[in-house]
């Protein structure tokens, strides 16, 4: 997936569950966060998925938000 908008098509089309929900929040058009909320929000099992960010901000507070962890990456 290049954007959220992929992410989130691809859940609800998607035959199978999903495990976990690993996302960025830096993608393009849609940060990782709103893709988060969006999940959250549908009527499916799919919005009980666990999630959890993978990003470079030293924010944990926002990094988290929404998530149920996060994941540092080494900044450029």
Not at 4 to 28: C, F, K, N
Not at 38 to 59: E, M, N, Y
């Amino acid at each position: 997936m290049t954007a959220a908008r992929e992410g989130l098509a691809a859940l609800i089309e998607s035959p199978e569950p999903y495990d976990v929900l690993l996302t960025d929040i830096g993608m393009p058009d849609e940060d990782g966060l709103t893709l988060i909320r969006q999940v959250r929000s549908l009527a499916a099992a799919g919005g009980q998925i666990p999630a959890a960010t993978i990003t470079s901000l030293r924010d944990r507070a926002r990094a988290a938000r929404g998530a149920h962890g996060w994941v540092p990456t080494a900044s450029g």
